[in-house]
């Protein structure tokens, strides 16, 4: 089979960066990020917070081939505002929403156990 041994997915090999952004010079205001090792579970949780920034006025994803362990980013946002501050913001904002979602469901665990 020509699929990589699955530890590729996850392993970030000697001088591999987890994320590299480069500026998108077709269009203003605006940057592809790649970050590797990761797959659309990320991509759209990333995607979705951004989308709620009302600076953002673009945000989406793609992984480039089935096989390759990335996710390109784009992410276009007013003048006023930079993409990496926007990336930056948002994964912010989704460790809080999801440090909250694991407070929750350890509450709700106990309460179950207690009952």
Do not use: C, W
């Not at 009302?54 to 362990?69: C, D, I, M, R, S």
């Amino acid at each position: 089979m020509n699929a990589p041994p699955t530890f590729e997915s996850f392993v970030l090999f000697d001088g591999e960066k987890k994320v590299t952004m480069e500026l998108d010079t077709k269009v203003p205001n605006a940057a592809l990020f790649t970050i590797n090792k990761d797959d659309h579970t990320l991509g759209n949780m990333i995607r979705m917070q951004l989308l709620k920034d009302p600076h953002v006025l673009f945000a989406g994803y793609k992984q480039a081939h089935p096989l390759e362990h990335k996710i390109i980013l784009r992410v276009q946002t007013t003048a006023d505002y930079s993409p990496q501050d926007a990336v930056k913001n948002s994964i912010t904002d989704l460790i809080s929403e999801l440090s909250l979602l694991e407070e929750r469901f350890r509450e709700a665990v106990r309460e179950k156990m207690d009952d």
